[in-house]
């Protein structure tokens, strides 16, 4: 049913001349820049909605004592430059964080709602003028999930406003260089605070009254000591004892890097204390640990593989074989870019076939698949067919994570798919690459649910790779390395904090930016060790 709606010419009579042309709205209004154009007026007749379309909005919003939700789909671009007002309560849904197009409220015109406004999730920029309230009275910032505020312009926030840091996830305030103050802190997940890269100063009101999760941690990044200032109320009883226990400084300008307990002098003013050392931690975080680690996936490939004494040559074929990371053509798209843009590889000729299968097994790329292929959703033809086909000098396959994960194939039968591969691949004379599977989730302390026959099955490619003598990419051991090492934070508690997606996949499975860089490079490097084989 759609949104109910009318213009009510007597009754505006009553009010000041922004709601001469005011849409009264409640329901939901998936698109309300179509329906009403971008700089309509509304006035609440009941609770309401603005859906994923809204994109941009420049009119004013009388709640009228309702309550407001707007709904970005997951985090498309969402921008209010208008005022809300009246009372009632705004309740903003985003994406993840980090969110590719944050949610802005902007505009020179102050917020005045009397009532609470909740970032339930996502990333929402605070750019209205500087001093200009953004947040006229208390701010959730998270309620499911992880969520972010990020001050564009100093003192967005109401003085008498009370902050909480809740939800499920990690909720931030990033202060992005600016000046904030605020009535109260009160911590309900975990937490982190970010200054910026220019000086700042955040004044927080006596908080030692708020209830806080002692469970849980207040985590202050990019604190510069003496140019910075995160302040509670006016004396050292800002904060109580076990309240300052739950915050810490993680690697200070100018301090050894580490995490350090926090300590407040006598005029409220935090400063890092101590160094915390991890307590019982899953695996080694030592320096010789995380050292030794980074040796497994910090491998140049894409470089070597794009220079002039590559022994990938003017003519040769390389085809990538595997499921939809490889579909994506994320990686194979960056050595591609390499190969046509490096001084190394000019004038040197090198076909790139990607022959990736959305959702597609190991016995889909050794038979084939009638559709879901690359491009697009394209039939595709048996590997044998393919590499004898287009004469590829290098076939790799990166495989396994369907066959885990929902396709259930059995152990033997994806050992025996693989070998079949190799035989293929040796009867036209096509120098293989075999890739393990890597993550179904990105928490490196092996308590994802599917890690126990993810191993199984990456143990499964490299003893074919061992018994064939065919190159290995050990992707796996590369993905767990990168990730107890770039997500294991530490929490001022001694704990460690992983989340399960977001570092090197996006949703557990497939790659982000940096984890496209990481394929790219180790698989180049197999590539090179292919090609250098006897």
């Known amino acids: 049913m759609p949104p109910a709606y009318s213009l009510l010419p007597a009754?505006?009579?009553?009010?000041?001349?922004v709601w001469l042309h005011a849409a009264e709205i409640t329901g939901e209004v998936v698109n309300p820049t179509k329906?009403?154009?971008?700089?309509?007026?509304?006035?609440?007749?009941?609770?309401?909605?603005?859906?994923?379309?809204?994109?941009?909005?420049?009119?004013?919003?009388?709640?009228?004592?309702?309550?407001?939700?707007?709904?970005?789909?997951?985090?498309?671009?969402t921008i209010f430059s208008g005022a809300f007002s009246g009372v009632g309560s705004v309740e903003w849904r985003g994406g993840r964080v980090p969110q590719v197009a944050p949610s802005i409220l902007a505009g020179t015109a102050p917020n005045t709602f009397k009532g609470r406004f909740t970032l339930v999730n996502g990333v929402l920029d605070l750019d209205k003028s500087a001093g200009v309230d953004?947040?006229?009275?208390?701010?959730?910032?998270?309620?499911?999930?992880?969520?972010?505020?990020?001050?564009?312009?100093?003192?967005?926030?109401?003085?008498?406003?009370?902050?909480?840091?809740?939800?499920?996830?990690v909720s931030s305030l990033d202060l992005h260089g600016h000046d904030e103050k605020f009535a109260s802190l009160t911590l309900a997940t975990h937490g982190v605070i970010s200054m910026g890269e220019t000086p700042a100063t955040l004044l927080i009101g006596d908080s030692s009254g708020c209830p806080w999760n002692l469970t849980k941690t207040l985590t202050i990044r990019g604190f510069k000591p003496g140019r910075d200032k995160v302040i509670f109320g006016k004396d050292?009883?800002?904060?109580?004892?076990?309240?300052?226990?739950?915050?810490?400084?993680?690697?200070?300008?100018?301090?050894?890097?580490?995490l350090y307990t926090a300590q407040i002098g006598a005029d409220g003013q935090l400063a890092p204390g101590t160094v915390v050392k991890a307590a019982q931690p899953p695996f080694?975080?030592?320096?010789?640990?995380?050292?030794?680690?980074?040796?497994?996936?910090?491998?140049?490939?894409?470089?070597?593989?794009?220079?002039?004494?590559?022994?990938?040559?003017?003519?040769?074929?390389?085809?990538?074989?595997?499921?939809s990371i490889t579909w994506q053509n994320g990686f194979v798209?960056?050595?591609?870019?390499?190969?046509k843009t490096s001084d190394g590889a000019k004038g040197r000729s090198v076909k790139l076939v990607n022959r990736g299968i959305n959702g597609g097994g190991v016995l889909q790329i050794r038979d084939g698949s009638t559709n879901s292929a690359y491009p697009g959703s394209s039939a595709q033809k048996s590997f044998a067919t393919v590499i004898a086909a287009e004469k590829a000098d290098v076939a790799v396959v990166f495989i396994g994570i369907n066959d885990v994960w929902w396709r259930k194939t059995e152990p033997e039968v994806f050992e025996k798919a693989l070998h079949e591969l190799h035989t293929a691949a040796k009867a036209v004379r096509t120098r293989l690459v075999l890739a393990t599977l890597t993550v179904r989730g990105e928490l490196p302390d092996g308590k994802n649910s599917d890690d126990a026959k993810i191993e199984q099955f990456a143990e499964l490619t490299r003893k074919v790779a061992a018994a064939t003598r065919t190159t290995l990419v050990d992707l796996r051991r590369a993905y767990l390395a990168y990730l107890r090492n770039h997500n294991a934070e530490l929490r001022v508690d001694g704990s460690l904090y992983f989340v399960p997606a977001g570092v090197l996949t996006?949703?557990?499975?497939?790659?982000?930016?940096?984890?496209n860089e990481l394929l790219a490079n180790l698989i180049s490097d197999g590539i090179i060790r292919a090609l250098r084989a006897p």
Do not use: C
Not at 11 to 16: E, Q
Not at 44 to 49: I, K, M, R, S, Y
């Open 506 to 515: 996006y949703d557990g499975v497939h790659p982000t930016g940096r984890g």
């Open 35 to 77: 329906q009403f154009g971008k700089d309509m007026n509304y006035r609440l007749a009941g609770d309401a909605t603005f859906g994923w379309m809204t994109g941009a909005q420049g009119g004013a919003i009388d709640l009228n004592g309702h309550a407001l939700i707007v709904e970005t789909g997951g985090g498309n671009r």
């Open 236 to 258: 050292a009883k800002g904060l109580s004892a076990p309240q300052l226990a739950r915050v810490g400084f993680a690697s200070p300008t100018g301090l050894p890097e580490g």
């Open 11 to 17: 009754l505006l009579l009553l009010f000041s001349n």
């Open 333 to 339: 798209g960056l050595i591609d870019k390499a190969l």
């Open 134 to 169: 953004a947040i006229p009275g208390d701010f959730i910032i998270g309620a499911k999930g992880d969520a972010m505020a990020k001050l564009n312009r100093a003192h967005q926030i109401n003085d008498a406003a009370h902050v909480t840091l809740g939800g499920t996830g």
């Open 284 to 323: 080694d975080v030592s320096a010789e640990a995380v050292a030794a680690r980074k040796r497994l996936y910090d491998v140049p490939g894409l470089v070597a593989l794009a220079a002039a004494d590559s022994p990938l040559r003017d003519g040769m074929t390389v085809a990538f074989f595997g499921d």
